[in-house]
């Protein structure tokens, strides 16, 4: 811990006792209270830190809600992390040990239960939650925020975000043959992009589309040249948080039922 601070981070993540989802019951109850205990001695941990700097450099706090595949694990480490004592030092919760061979009906019942747990007023944070559609999901069960793999995981398999998702206006005939023209993923590898000129995904402004085409970033991959990654990275990481984008501005819009149902369709091709 004390490494940590002294990287003066602006977020810090307590240690837990993390387990598969296919560990007993025994181990994940044992994960609980293991991790419970940590997060209590962080706390009084970075109490001394704020002391030493006088309240100053002291990193927001989250507490990692374990428990494995056990429902009422998870659910008891939420409420003890939940105690009004423990919340007042907590900044957030991190939901983990998720995508570890759980359905997504699997999925949604344990974390339902644990949010119904946690301070409605405190972050929710989710590990191991990266496809979009997973990710729609989950912000309609109430997470907050999340990693971002997916991103990396398209890049490093050569494939390039373009799912549409903006002008979540249009319906109808209109929404069911954009939806079919296009596409979630493009396999750059593919051979028919060998001779395409278009960029990544037309309309997007990153510098992979203003600057490259389809054939170009083609080419790089069937080449092994290492600036094909870096390309597909860029529009895939700003791609992604234009995803992001639409859904923060379908909920101050009060409109997040419908724009999920739009995104899930379109994600779906």
Known sequence: VDWVLAAHPDVMCALADEVSMLVGNNRSNASVHRTVKWADEQIEMLHEHRKRNAGRDVPRFLAVVTGGSSVHSRVQC???????????????????GYSGGESPQERAQMVRRVLSKLPSDKLRVMWGVNTPIDVLRSVELGVDLFDAAYPTMLTETGLAFVADVDDLDNNGDNESKSAEQ???????????????????????????????????????????ELLHNILLQIHNLHHYERFFATIRRSIEAGKFDSAKRVLMQRLRQ
Do not use: W
Not at 191 to 209: H, I, M, V, Y
Not at 210 to 221: D, P, S, W
């Open 78 to 96: 939420a409420q003890m992390l939940a105690e009004p004592q423990r919340a007042a030092n907590i900044d957030g919760y991190v939901l983990g």
């Open 182 to 224: 296009q596409p979630c993923t493009l396999n750059l590898r593919d051979k028919s992009f060998e001779r395409d000129e278009r960029p990544l995904l037309e309309g997007c402004t990153c510098f992979a589309c203003r600057n490259h085409t389809r054939a170009y970033i083609h080419h790089l991959l069937n080449t092994h």
